[in-house]
C-alpha cells in the first residue's frame, strides 16, 4: 500500500474544487441516533495533505483499506440508558458493511470533541441493575459487525478515559477491550489548521449543519457542509505590533452552562462588566434548571436584567459584524479578542470531571495577552506537556491544580481580576513573545490529532 493521506469514507458526499465546499450526510438509518459527521469532514477540509474524504462506496470498490468514522453527540448517553438493548449503536451503510467482511475497514467510532466519562459503574443502579453503558453498545456493535479490536477503534476527549476503560473491562471480566481506544482532543490541530490558513490565505472554515430532531436524545443530523468563508479574514501576523487594546478582557460564553453562570456573577459582583468584551446570551428559565440554577432567586432576576449583553446584540461599539464573525469563523475568535483584548477569561465546555480541553483554550493562545481558564483541573499541565507556554509572569496559575471544583473556579477569576486590576503597571512585552511562540506552535508543531491520523495510517497499511 502506497503511503498518503488517510482515505476517509462517507456515506453521502459531494464536493467541488472550484466553488469549494464538501457537504456529508448519514444514511437514514442512523437518523434516529446520536450520530453525526461534522469533526471528521473539517479535519479532512484543513488538512488534505493527511486526510482524503471519499464516498464511501468510492472507496469500498477499490482494493485499498480505509476508515469508516461513526461521529457520537453529547446526546449518546441517554440514548444508550433508553434504546433497546437489541438496537446498534450505528448502521454500516451496505458498502461499508461489504469491506469490512472483506477486512479492510477500520470503523473510527469518535466522541473526541466532548469530554463525558465513558463508564460509571453506579449510574443507573446496582447489582448488574445499570443499563448499557456506551462501552457496552460499542462492544455489541464490533460483535455484530464482526470487526475485531484493530479494526474498531474508540477516541474520546476524555484524557482520562484509558482509565475508564479498564475499569469497565475489569467489571466485564474480559482479558482485553474489544476495541483499540485513544484518548485524543482534535481541537488544538484544528486551531492550528484555522491558524494556519488565516495566516497563508487570510480565510477560515465555515461549518455548516443541519439538524431535524427526531426526539429528545436522537438527534436527527442531516448533513454538513463545510467551505472557506467570504467574508476577509485579517489573519494572525507574527510580529505584528499591537493594537491599542479597546477592551480590558474577553469573556465569551455561547452555551449556558453553571460554571459560566458563576463566572458572570462574579464578574458582575465585582463591578467589572462593563470593562470587558462579554458574551452571555439571555438562557431559559429551562435551560437553568437544567444546569441547577434556579432563575427565581433575587441575585439571579438581576443578573437576567443584564441579558443578552451588548455584544450579543446587533452591533457592538459600532462593529455590526462582531457577532456574524463569531459564528461564521469556527476556529478562530474574531478580531477584537484576538488582538485588542488584554486579558481573556477562558469559560472550558466542562469545569469538573475528567480532564478536557476544548478549542476555546487554543483559541485563546493566539489572544494580545494572558488568558485564565475556568476547566478541569490539569488544563495548564496539559497544554505545558505538548509544549504550549503559558504565563506564570504574569498570571498567578496555581488555580490550575486546585482539587475543588467551585475553589478552582474562584481562583481563576481571582488571578484574571487581578490581572485585570493592574493591567497599567503589567509589562505585557513578554505576553507577545508567549504569543508568538504559540503561534508558531500552532502552526508548526506536531500534535495529538497528527499522531492519531499516524496511527490509523500505520493500521491500513497492516490491513493493505
Same mark, same amino acid.
Given at each position: 500500500?502506497?503511503?498518503?493521506?488517510?482515505?476517509?469514507?462517507?456515506?453521502?458526499?459531494?464536493?467541488?474544487?472550484?466553488?469549494?465546499?464538501?457537504?456529508?450526510?448519514?444514511?437514514?438509518?442512523?437518523?434516529?441516533?446520536?450520530?453525526?459527521?461534522?469533526?471528521?469532514?473539517?479535519?479532512?477540509?484543513?488538512?488534505?495533505?493527511?486526510?482524503?474524504?471519499?464516498?464511501?462506496?468510492?472507496?469500498?470498490?477499490?482494493?485499498?483499506?480505509?476508515?469508516?468514522?461513526?461521529?457520537?453527540?453529547?446526546?449518546?448517553?441517554?440514548?444508550?440508558?433508553?434504546?433497546?438493548?437489541?438496537?446498534?449503536?450505528?448502521?454500516?451503510?451496505?458498502?461499508?458493511?461489504?469491506?469490512?467482511?472483506?477486512?479492510?475497514?477500520?470503523?473510527?467510532?469518535?466522541?473526541?470533541?466532548?469530554?463525558?466519562?465513558?463508564?460509571?459503574?453506579?449510574?443507573?443502579?446496582?447489582?448488574?441493575?445499570?443499563?448499557?453503558?456506551?462501552?457496552?453498545?460499542?462492544?455489541?456493535?464490533?460483535?455484530?459487525?464482526?470487526?475485531?479490536?484493530?479494526?474498531?477503534?474508540?477516541?474520546?476527549?476524555?484524557?482520562?478515559?484509558?482509565?475508564?476503560?479498564?475499569?469497565?473491562?475489569?467489571?466485564?471480566?474480559?482479558?482485553?477491550?474489544?476495541?483499540?481506544?485513544? @484518548?485524543?482532543?482534535?481541537?488544538? %490541530? !484544528?486551531?492550528?489548521?484555522? +491558524? /494556519?490558513?488565516?495566516?497563508? *490565505?487570510?480565510? &477560515?472554515?465555515?461549518?455548516?449543519?443541519?439538524?431535524?430532531?427526531?426526539?429528545?436524545?436522537?438527534?436527527?443530523?442531516?448533513?454538513?457542509?463545510?467551505?472557506?468563508?467570504?467574508?476577509?479574514?485579517?489573519?494572525?501576523?507574527?510580529?505584528?505590533?499591537?493594537?491599542?487594546?479597546?477592551?480590558?478582557?474577553?469573556?465569551?460564553?455561547?452555551?449556558?452552562?453553571?460554571?459560566?453562570?458563576?463566572?458572570?456573577?462574579?464578574?458582575?459582583?465585582?463591578?467589572?462588566?462593563?470593562?470587558?468584551?462579554?458574551?452571555?446570551?439571555?438562557?431559559?428559565?429551562?435551560?437553568?434548571?437544567?444546569?441547577?440554577?434556579?432563575?427565581?432567586?433575587?441575585?439571579?432576576?438581576?443578573?437576567?436584567?443584564?441579558?443578552?449583553?451588548?455584544?450579543?446584540?446587533? @452591533?457592538?461599539?459600532?462593529?455590526? %459584524? !462582531?457577532?456574524?464573525?463569531? +459564528? /461564521?469563523?469556527?476556529?478562530? *475568535?474574531?478580531? &477584537?479578542?484576538?488582538?485588542?483584548?488584554?486579558?481573556?477569561?477562558?469559560?472550558?465546555?466542562?469545569?469538573?470531571?475528567?480532564?478536557?480541553?476544548?478549542?476555546?483554550?487554543?483559541?485563546?493562545?493566539?489572544?494580545?495577552?494572558?488568558?485564565?481558564?475556568?476547566?478541569?483541573?490539569?488544563?495548564?499541565?496539559?497544554?505545558?506537556?505538548?509544549?504550549?507556554?503559558?504565563?506564570?509572569?504574569?498570571?498567578?496559575?496555581?488555580?490550575?491544580?486546585?482539587?475543588?471544583?467551585?475553589?478552582?473556579?474562584?481562583?481563576?477569576?481571582?488571578?484574571?481580576?487581578?490581572?485585570?486590576?493592574?493591567?497599567?503597571?503589567?509589562?505585557?512585552?513578554?505576553?507577545?513573545?508567549?504569543?508568538?511562540?504559540?503561534?508558531?506552535?500552532?502552526?508548526?508543531?506536531?500534535?495529538?490529532?497528527?499522531?492519531?491520523?499516524?496511527?490509523?495510517?500505520? +493500521?491500513?497499511?497492516?490491513?493493505?
Amino acid at each position: 500500500m502506497t503511503p498518503g493521506p488517510l482515505p476517509v469514507g462517507f456515506d453521502d458526499m459531494s464536493s467541488t474544487v472550484d466553488s469549494g465546499w464538501l457537504r456529508v450526510a448519514l444514511g437514514s438509518a442512523n437518523r434516529d441516533r446520536p450520530v453525526w459527521t461534522y469533526w471528521f469532514p473539517l479535519m479532512c477540509w484543513l488538512f488534505p495533505h493527511a486526510m482524503r474524504a471519499a464516498p464511501v462506496e468510492v472507496l469500498a470498490a477499490g482494493p485499498a483499506p480505509f476508515v469508516y468514522p461513526v461521529e457520537l453527540r453529547f446526546e449518546v448517553d441517554e440514548w444508550c440508558a433508553q434504546a433497546p438493548t437489541d438496537l446498534p449503536l450505528a448502521v454500516l451503510p451496505p458498502d461499508a458493511e461489504r469491506a469490512s467482511a472483506a477486512g479492510r475497514l477500520v470503523v473510527v467510532v469518535s466522541i473526541a470533541h466532548e469530554g463525558r466519562p465513558l463508564y460509571e459503574p453506579d449510574a443507573g443502579g446496582t447489582n448488574g441493575a445499570q443499563p448499557p453503558a456506551l462501552l457496552d453498545r460499542l462492544a455489541a456493535f464490533g460483535q455484530w459487525y464482526g470487526l475485531p479490536p484493530e479494526r474498531l477503534w474508540l477516541v474520546s476527549g476524555n484524557l482520562d478515559g484509558a482509565a475508564h476503560v479498564e475499569s469497565w473491562r475489569r467489571a466485564r471480566g474480559l482479558a482485553r477491550p474489544p476495541f483499540t481506544f485513544r @484518548a485524543c482532543e482534535p481541537f488544538s %490541530a !484544528f486551531v492550528g489548521g484555522c +491558524t /494556519a490558513q488565516s495566516l497563508w *490565505h487570510e480565510r &477560515a472554515p465555515v461549518a455548516d449543519a443541519v439538524f431535524r430532531r427526531q426526539g429528545r436524545y436522537a438527534i436527527g443530523w442531516q448533513s454538513t457542509t463545510v467551505s472557506w468563508s467570504r467574508l476577509p479574514f485579517p489573519g494572525i501576523r507574527e510580529g505584528q505590533p499591537a493594537p491599542p487594546r479597546r477592551f480590558r478582557y474577553a469573556c465569551l460564553n455561547r452555551m449556558f452552562r453553571r460554571h459560566r453562570w458563576q463566572v458572570l456573577d462574579r464578574l458582575w459582583r465585582a463591578d467589572v462588566l462593563d470593562r470587558g468584551l462579554v458574551s452571555f446570551p439571555r438562557p431559559s428559565a429551562e435551560e437553568m434548571r437544567f444546569e441547577g440554577v434556579d432563575p427565581t432567586g433575587k441575585d439571579a432576576r438581576e443578573l437576567l436584567e443584564l441579558l443578552p449583553l451588548t455584544v450579543d446584540r446587533p @452591533a457592538h461599539f459600532g462593529d455590526a %459584524a !462582531f457577532f456574524t464573525d463569531n +459564528t /461564521a469563523f469556527v476556529g478562530l *475568535h474574531p478580531p &477584537a479578542v484576538l488582538r485588542e483584548c488584554a486579558l481573556e477569561l477562558v469559560t472550558e465546555t466542562r469545569q469538573e470531571g475528567c480532564r478536557f480541553v476544548s478549542e476555546k483554550t487554543f483559541k485563546a493562545l493566539l489572544g494580545r495577552g494572558p488568558a485564565a481558564v475556568v476547566g478541569t483541573r490539569g488544563v495548564l499541565s496539559y497544554l505545558h506537556s505538548l509544549g504550549v507556554r503559558t504565563w506564570p509572569d504574569h498570571l498567578d496559575e496555581r488555580y490550575d491544580d486546585v482539587s475543588d471544583a467551585g475553589a478552582r473556579l474562584a481562583a481563576a477569576v481571582d488571578a484574571a481580576l487581578a490581572v485585570d486590576a493592574t493591567l497599567a503597571d503589567v509589562d505585557l512585552r513578554g505576553v507577545d513573545e508567549v504569543r508568538e511562540a504559540n503561534l508558531r506552535w500552532l502552526v508548526d508543531a506536531p500534535k495529538p490529532w497528527d499522531r492519531l491520523v499516524g496511527e490509523l495510517s500505520d +493500521t491500513l497499511r497492516r490491513l493493505g
